[in-house]
Structures are given as C-alpha cells and as structure tokens.
T-cell receptor, first 117, second 115 residues
Framework: DGGITQSPKYLFRKEGQNVTLSCEQN?????MYWYRQDPGQGLRLIYY???????QKGDIAEGYSVSREKKESFPLTVTSAQKNPTAFYLC????????????????FGPGTRLTVL | AQSVAQPEDQVNVAEGNPLTVKCTYS??????LFWYVQYPNRGLQFLLK??????LVKGSYGFEAEFNKSQTSFHLKKPSALVSDSALYFC?????????????FGAGTRLAVHP
C-alpha cells in the first residue's frame, strides 16, 4: 500500500447523494486507475488516466466521474446515477502505459469501502 | 475474448505443506501475467509478474509462479505454506496491444492455511 493513499477508509452515502473518493500517490507515476471490487467478481476498471488532464472510461464508467488536475491526485465521484454503488473501491497507479512502461506493475492503495444507506 | 480464470474459489492446505493456486488465461499474443494478494479490507499487494524469459518467476514472501505457454497457465506456488499466507489471491493478465496498461483480473481464490 505504500505510496498510494485513499480516503476515507469507510464512506456511507444516502440515496441521491454524490460522494467523492480521494486517491493520492507520491510515486511520481503518470498513470492512475480506479477499480471496483465486488465479492466473487474480481476487479473491474472504472476509469483510467495516462497523464494529467486526460482520462478515459473503463469497462463500468456509467454513474462515475473523475478528474486529473494534478499528477498526484485522481479523485472519483460516485454520482446518484450509479444504481448499485455499494462496493470496495481501489485506486492504483503505474509509471506509464506505453513503450517499456506497458510491462510495469500497477500498485494499489488500501481502498475505500462505500455503503449506501 | 481476453479472459483469466481461477478455477478454484478456495484452496485449503495444512501449514508446512506445499500450496498451489491455479490460473489459466486466454489472450491473443504474448501475455504479461501478474499475481496479487489481498488481506481483509486492504488493497492488493503485488507478488510477482512474468514478462519474458525464464518460465519460473520468483516473487515476494517465498512465492513463485510457473508460466506454461502450451497450457496457457500461470500457477502460483509456495513450497511450505504459513498460516499468515491465508488471504485472497488474484491472477491478472495485461492485454497486449492497445494504448494503456489494462489488466484483466480473475475472480480470486481464497487460500486458507490451517495450523
């Protein structure tokens, strides 16, 4: 978990609320990712960013939004449009995505558990 | 379609015995393969990866994995299991090509090591 922090550790959301999950890294990595983990389903990619001010949808982007204004930060907003947001959310980073960096390891933060009340 | 399969939901092993956690993959081209471990309510920790070269890869905490191209497998192994190895293990494959470092994860295998 070293080098990537996520906050809060636990988050509770009421119906109709937007909530924002924080992800910060001090690894000087260019690429950052958001995954959702549900029991028995492994991890699914929500959004990724290869560089500041650029991000792309992953496999399950509906109901989520992101921003990448700084290299170190990649916050995820879970909007009221996300119908089933209760899950464990994991942020990851890697040094890059192209050339030799394609083989680089993704390192993960400690996660945020979101529960809808 | 690109995919990763972990055929066992749970593996039980006695402490001190060897352990194997299985992983098979289906991708076009040469795969890059990864193993991660997750302890309860924690993020994923990187164990090891195969990119190219020797088929036997050694990683953290005494784990190793063997890449078998003909069987499209990348099984995780440890010669002597510890109770502290009990956790959730994920195999992942990087999809070759494309513009970003996409990983496809298996569903995970829960390892239980009994004293």
């Amino acid at each position: 978990d070293g080098g990537i922090t996520q906050s809060p550790k636990y988050l509770f959301r009421k119906e109709g609320q937007n909530v924002t999950l924080s992800c910060e890294q001090n690894l000087n990595h260019d690429a950052m990712y958001w995954y959702r983990q549900d029991p028995g389903q492994g991890l699914r990619l929500i959004y990724y960013s290869q560089i500041v001010n650029d991000f792309q949808k992953g496999d399950i982007a509906e109901g989520y939004s992101v921003s990448r204004e700084k290299k170190e930060s990649f916050p995820l907003t879970v909007t009221s449009a996300q119908k089933n947001p209760t899950a464990f959310y994991l942020c990851a980073s890697s040094s890059g995505t192209s050339g030799r960096a394609r083989t680089d390891t993704q390192y993960f933060g400690p996660g945020t558990r979101l529960t809808v009340l | 379609a690109q995919s990763v399969a972990q055929p066992e939901d749970q593996v039980n092993v006695a402490e001190g015995n060897p352990l194997t956690v299985k992983c098979t993959y289906s991708v076009s081209g040469n795969p890059y393969l990864f193993w991660y471990v997750q302890y309860p309510n924690r993020g994923l920790q990187f164990l090891l990866k195969y990119i190219t070269g020797d088929n036997l890869v050694k990683g953290s905490y005494g784990f190793e994995a063997e890449f078998n191209k003909s069987q499209t497998s990348f099984h995780l192994k440890k010669p002597s299991a510890l109770v502290s190895d009990s956790a959730l293990y994920f195999c992942a494959v990087r999809v070759p090509g494309g513009g970003y470092n996409k990983l496809i994860f298996g569903a995970g295998t829960r390892l239980a090591v009994h004293p």
